[in-house]
């Protein structure tokens, strides 16, 4: 008994003598492993899956540059000490439901610049998890998926979110109620997308929020819902920059909140008017010559009127005219209207002449017996 115990004990320590030195040295192929670091990077190796054998001590992982369709529930298996995740420019397509779940302390999940097509609604759910910031930055393929991300992130589970960057993804228009299952965050990129309204409830649930950026998106104005919807947000500090601003008399209005709001919105001096051509790039804080060109505006739109109008009269008058020459000049068609008339009785009759002749049944059968 005691000796068979030894044996097991030779035999383990046996073991962990012969693999110890294997472990500990144990880095996956194309990869570089850093342990006093806990840091793997496996970067632009076109590796076509996420290797196996990741350390376990390792927290921060940067597999990045390659060629990666998928990510799935078994990808990073074992792997509870990582809290930094840099999956950036692998080309995924596709996020299988439960693709983090193992990850029990991730903290920052990077997926910026990808082709995603195919997001399972629970691709993030982590059991317990933690995650802070995720960056979806040009994550998508087209901006249809927005719908799938929407609903992953309303599945997820992202209630310690802080920031979500989404900008960059083509995204038109954000489902209501998008943002309601992430109450802890704080940052919110939606740069770079084509948003052009916002719809009521867009940011419902965003109590916290400190940040949301909104530069580089489609924005004419802001008016009605979505003026509702900044305002909706108390505690942010807006980027609203480098949208193609219209500048009719009906931006007044937004031009005017934008005045009283100057300490929330924090590029609210760069922002200014894309259209009409002679108002780009005027201040939408100089409200004043806002709505001198306004009046000037709508100066314009009476010349243009009164422009109709005189080129009405012109035509009717060149009209008249016309009628009256015709009038005139009533002898002189009547007989060209008897000479046509002639002249086409006389080829008309030619005409009829033929087509009688052509058309007789006598001569129709006399011909086809003959072929007879
Ligand atoms: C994870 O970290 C803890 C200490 O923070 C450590 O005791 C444990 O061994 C680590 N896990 C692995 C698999 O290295
Ligand atoms: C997200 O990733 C993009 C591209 O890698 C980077 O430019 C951006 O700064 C990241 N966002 C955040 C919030 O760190
Ligand atoms: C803006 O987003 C598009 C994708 O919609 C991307 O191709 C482009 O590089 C982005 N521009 C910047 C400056 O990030
Ligand atoms: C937006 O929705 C809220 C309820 O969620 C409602 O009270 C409010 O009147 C709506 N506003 C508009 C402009 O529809
Ligand atoms: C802009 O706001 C200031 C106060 O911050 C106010 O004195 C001024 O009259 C406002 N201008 C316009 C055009 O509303
Ligand atoms: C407005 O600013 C942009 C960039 O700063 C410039 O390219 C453009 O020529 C400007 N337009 C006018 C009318 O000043």
Known sequence: ??????????????????CAPVLLAACPARCECSEPALTVKCVSKDLQNIPTGIPGYTRNLF????HISRIGPESFKGLDNLTTLSLSNNGIRELESQAFSSLHSLLHLDLSSNQLTLIHPEAFVIPGGVLRELNLSGALLHHSSGTDLARSLRWGTL????????????????????FSHLPSLRRLRLANNSLVVLKNGTFSGLEWLEELDLTRNSFRTFQGESLGELEALPGAQL????????????????????????GRVADAARLVCAFPAELQNTSLLETDELARACRAGQGADLALQTSYVFLGVVLGFVGVVFLFVLYLNRKGIKRWMFDTRDACREALEGYHYRM???????LAQVSTTSDL
């Open 159 to 178: 209630g310690e979110l802080r920031g979500l960057d989404l900008s960059g993804n083509g995204l038109a228009h954000l489902p209501s109620c998008m």
């Open 239 to 262: 980027l609203l920059g480098q949208n193609p601003f219209t500048c009719s008399c009906s931006i007044g209005g937004f031009a005017r909140w934008l005045n009283g709001s100057r």
């Open 356 to 362: 009688e002749i052509d058309s007789d049944p006598r």
């Open 1 to 18: 008994m005691i000796s068979k115990m030894m044996g097991l004990v030779l035999w383990d320590l046996l073991s962990v003598l012969l």
């Open 63 to 66: 597999i990045t540059g390659n």
